[in-house]
């Protein structure tokens, strides 16, 4: 009886335990969305056994919110506990095409829920092969073109894979926005080493779905093995007497643009070592010591040759420590009965050409401070009331020594006539300025005084000397001017009018002198031509 018990309890048990799984039924639930998570309603839904192979097509559609259920066990096929199954959920109508599936595992559960499956458009159409040069060099920037088609026209990225290894190195998104369907896109790259590359790239969508890679472009990369060459384009060469200068340089390569070259420079004599790398193609040097210099430069392309002969520029400072001297070289009396006064001055200096000095004056009862330094050597003043004056004035040469005793003149206007309008002078002819020969100069001088002394001059320096034509002549309007022994030219012609109260005005007009000969036969060539013509006539007579 005890036996019996036991028996029973078992086959009681036993009876709990199913006989076989695949007989119960087994059903798969869920739900599916769009990538936007909008419930997609009517999409198909297949089941894939993927340890079998066999499918179960169309077992179902999604209905409202997006749900579906279909059965992997009894009445339908019975597949086994724990096996691999794939759900895949396939959109029509506005959607046609667009895809996407789960992954589960069969449970003992009759009634398994499967995780949400998103549905995403296809993937974009496989990129054109990329077009682009084939052959290049280590380190230079090389761009490559291609172009893909979404077939829903969404907007596209795309992966480059540089060296062919099959991996994105690359995604280009357009800074986020991705590129419209069909538009042709650029990308740049540069290789570090030679070699032979492959380059690939493939499409992917706003939806994240990748297509496939690309036909491949080969690509053989050489490395640049020329340096670039080193030009000084200005500096200082020779003895200068300045210590501060300034140089300029620029280069050029087989490869690397200029514009993207480097440089390192140093002053031998100066920098104890070379400057770092710099797109710069300029420099300066202060206060440098008296000595002989060496300034060198080199340059450096984007392969990292190095120009082995860089371009040099030797020179010697030798500084000017000496100032210039001025001296007045025309002036009015000590006592004059003229309110206008001329001055003329000139200077000189153991380096700086007397062309190349400036100067700066001032008149001491009448002007409170210096003039501004220029190369002018002549100054007027007109309408100076009667008293006592001094006119200074000082030199400066291109090293910026000054003439620490200026050149000085002290004179009294003394002067009985309360007249203090100058003169208006206005040279009125020749009106062009190119002249030759003998040239009439005229002038027309305005005053309220007809008693009129005219004084006239010349400068072929530009001002820096000047010359007399006619000086303190009473009642002349006009002055034959014979420029056929003056050398061809730029000429300055100065008109100064002083009137009875010593009044000064005046004024200046440059010219051109061109005395060249106008080629011609002269008189000898003429008979000779005359001569030859007479022969030939008598010969055809003959």
């Known amino acids: 009886m005890r036996y019996a018990k036991v028996l029973l309890a078992i086959i009681c048990m036993l009876s709990l335990i199913p006989l076989q799984a695949e007989a119960q039924p087994h059903t798969v639930w869920g739900y599916c969305y769009y990538d936007d998570a909008t419930p997609a309603e009517g999409v198909l839904i297949t ?6 192979g066999e499918t179960l097509a169309n077992v179902t559609t999604t209905n409202e919110e997006g749900f579906y259920f ?76 291609t172009v893909a088609t979404d077939p829903y026209e969404y907007n596209i990225s795309y992966g480059w894979d540089w060296d062919g290894d099959g991996t994105v190195d690359e995604w280009d998104d357009n800074g986020g926005n991705y590129y ?45 093995t020329v340096p670039p060459n080193t030009f000084i384009i200005s500096g200082p060469s020779g003895t200068v007497t300045v210590s501060t200068v300034s140089f300029s340089w620029s280069g050029d390569d087989d490869i690397t643009g200029a514009g993207n070259l480097v440089y390192s420079y140093k002053l031998e004599g100066y920098d104890t ?61 000590s006592e004059t009965q003229q309110r206008g006064s001329l001055f003329i001055w000139t200077g000189n200096d153991d380096v700086t050409p007397v062309n190349k000095l400036q100067y ?11 003039s501004n330094w220029s190369s002018e050597t002549t100054v007027t003043f007109s309408s100076l009331p009667n ?20 050149a000085t003149h002290q004179f009294t206007v003394n002067v009985s006539s309360d007249d203090v309008t100058p003169p208006v002078v206005h040279i009125v002819s020749p009106s062009d300025v190119n002249v030759s020969g003998t040239v009439t100069l005229q002038w027309q001088v305005t005053d309220n005084d007809t008693n009129i002394v005219i004084s006239i001059y010349y400068s072929s320096d530009n001002g820096t000397t000047w010359h007399t034509l ?43 002198v061109d005395n060249r000969k106008t080629p011609g036969l002269g008189i000898p060539a003429m008979v000779v031509a005359y001569l030859f013509i007479a022969f030939a006539l008598k010969r055809k007579r003959q």
């Open 360 to 370: 700066s004056y001032t008149l001491e009862g009448f002007q409170s401070s210096w």
């Open 70 to 145: 279909f059965n992997t066990g009894h009445p339908t096929p019975g597949w086994d506990y724990e096996s691999n199954i794939t759900v895949v959920a396939t959109a029509t109508g506005d959607h046609r095409g667009w895809k996407g599936e789960v992954h589960l595992t069969k449970e003992y559960v009759p009634n398994q829920q499967a995780d949400d499956i998103h549905l995403v458009p296809p993937a974009p159409e496989t990129p054109a092969q990329p077009s682009g040069t084939t052959e290049g060099m280590v380190g230079m920037i090389y761009t490559y073109t």
């Open 470 to 512: 006619v000086e303190n002549e009473s009642g002349i309007s006009s002055y034959e001017w014979n420029t056929n022994d003056m050398k061809n030219g730029a000429y300055i012609v100065a008109v100064y009018a002083t009137d009875s109260a010593g009044n000064v005005g005046f004024e200046k007009k440059t010219y051109t």
């Open 180 to 224: 419209p369907s069909g538009e042709n896109i650029t990308a740049s790259h540069a290789w570090g080493d030679p070699g032979e590359y492959e380059i690939k790239v493939r499409a992917k969508n706003e939806w994240n779905v990748t297509g496939d890679w690309s036909p491949p472009l080969n690509v053989t990369i050489e490395a640049d």
């Open 273 to 333: 070592g070379w400057s770092s790398w710099t797109s710069s193609t300029t420099t300066v040097y202060e206060n440098l010591p008296n000595g002989a210099y060496v300034f060198k430069v080199k340059a450096k392309d984007e392969a990292g040759n190095t120009d082995n002969i860089p371009a040099t520029r030797e020179f010697t400072v030798k500084k000017d420590v000496n100032p210039p001297d001025t001296r007045i070289i025309q002036a009015p009396p």
């Open 47 to 52: 089941a894939i056994n993927e340890d079998t």
């Open 387 to 406: 008293g006592n004056y001094t006119f200074k004035v000082k030199a400066k040469d291109e090293a910026g020594n000054m003439d620490e005793t200026p």
